[in-house]
């Protein structure tokens, strides 16, 4: 339980101190978008390999998805996702109900426009375990009410 309140608050810390960094001129928001993707994609990569050392290889891409819904999702937020969705033509939705990330912030509509800072590092990290994987992928996220949330792998 220290762990997750650790990484919780680490989390918090990094877009606040990026948003602001940005506001003092040091950069501009769309960067820290950037910048807290980038960082959320090198954690996947690194993640992705250390929990599939031991694992067989997958049969295809939705079994990856599956072990993303499943494994990797439980290990980083001790839940599994709530829903996964497919077109079945390379389209996936991730749906998490009570994402961890967001459940701090209030269930309010008040806080709903700065949800989205708080989702680039997730989908940073989606991506990079996904590339690591051999998927090239586009990762995004939407928030219609909190603290459920959809993540759209493309």
Known sequence: MADEALFLLLHNEMVAGLYRAAEQGEGENGRCTTKLESMGFRVGQGL?????KDTARFK????????ICKDFWTTVFKKQIDNLRTNHQGIYVLQDNKFR????????????????KYLAFTCGLIRGGLSN???????????SSMP??????V
């Open 60 to 67: 295809d891409e939705l079994d990856i998805m599956k072990f």
């Open 48 to 52: 992705i390999e250390r929990f599939t």
């Open 101 to 116: 990330l967001l459940t701090q912030m209030s269930a309010g509509k008040q806080y709903l426009e700065h949800a989205p």
């Open 148 to 153: 459920a949330c959809k993540y759209a792998v």
């Open 133 to 143: 994987l051999g998927i090239k992928s586009i990762v995004t996220a939407e928030v």
